[in-house]
């Protein structure tokens, strides 16, 4: 079986005029049908998550970062947005339903057009037919499994979990993102201390009692290191607590996404209840009708009242029909919730944590190798300087005693 492969691997801000400028960001990836490079802009991904939630309703569809009024186009919006938006993507290619669709496949992954959210948002809703027939094709393998009241319970619990989850959710961003900012701080006051302060301050203090000897100023003679190779290291920028903080802000849109396929389909149920009550009335219409009665509607448009009949007939006869797809598809619904969503959702969630903990850990490993090797640094020349002096004092000591 062929992996699909897809990443936003860079993003480009050109200007349309003084006033306006446009971001796009460059999606490359495989499939079965070869590889692809396009790029998209912002507007583009939002176009394509809207149209695979209307088609796929109670399936799980990735979130997006959330617009913006102004600033769409900065540089922190475009590096936040660029790493959500390869979420998106990567999490879009484990779906393989989604993920092979023409919209996303051949309209969003192939097609040169550099307006291809006009094209996404005029295609047409499915009908309930359609839709049903999909979902039958799509979840084959569950159509056979029975659910009873319990399973329903259960998706509802399953509800009030995940609402409880992101409550809690939001007070641990707070935290995390608390101690983003506390590193950021840490590390400006850091690499303040180490590339101006200190050697301020051996220029104003030290100085005066090495004989103004520039060698045996330890900050002064080894700048050019600290400037050179522990800039490239990005000493003073490892922040690496900021990646739980992406994690978090993900988990809290996955929520939020959780509870509206939930309520997909008790919208489904309202759209039901909805057209029992509008049968009532038409049923309560063609009484009317049998009786000899004739409404104003109709003698305004000049019906007969066979011809009335007939149509209200008809009105009913589709209504009914309506009805009972959208029960079966509420029915299927309520299975791909029960037995594929529920299950994924806490698989991806446990997987997720795991491999965000795992690259965590690497990386405060490797930052503190990085830091270890940056004081060893200083101590080395804090070491050579001790070892000069002493050599020196020594030196001095012979000279006088002579």
Known sequence: MIQNVIDVVESQTTSQS???????????????????????????????RNLLAQQWPGCYVPSLPGKKLFNG?????????????????QKLS???????????????LRSKDEKIYTKLESIKSQSTQDLLQKYQTTFADILDTAIDASTLKEIDNFADQVRNYSIKLKSIKKMIKDSVESGKKYNS????????????????????????DASLLI????????????????????????????????????????????????????KVKGLEIKIIELEKELDKLNQGKVSFKNMIKQKSPEDAKKQVEQEISENVKEIKLLQDLIILINKILALKERARYENEKNTQFKEIMEILQQMELDSIKIESSYWGFILNETNQLIAQTQNKSQIDDQINSE
């Open 219 to 270: 900050f002064n003679r080894i700048k050019q290191e600290l400037t050179e190779t522990y800039q490239e290291n990005q000493v003073f920028k490892l922040n690496n607590i900021e990646i739980l903080l992406d994690l978090i802000r993900l988990e809290s849109k996955d929520c939020k996404i959780v509870l509206r396929q939930i309520s997909d389909r008790i919208n489904l149920e309202n």
């Open 189 to 212: 006051c850091l690499e303040e201390i180490i590339k101006t302060r200190l050697i301020n301050f051996e220029n104003s203090f030290v100085t005066q009692f090495v004989n103004k």
């Open 73 to 89: 186009n900065d540089p922190k919006t475009i590096h936040d947005r660029k790493k959500f938006l390869n979420a998106f993507c």
């Open 18 to 48: 003084l006033f306006s400028k446009q971001t796009h960001y460059t999606i490359k990836g495989s499939d079965k049908d070869g590889n692809f490079e396009v790029h998209r802009r912002f507007k583009d991904f939002v176009a394509l």
């Open 94 to 108: 484990l779906l393989p339903h989604l993920f092979q669709t023409e919209a996303v496949s051949q309209m969003f």
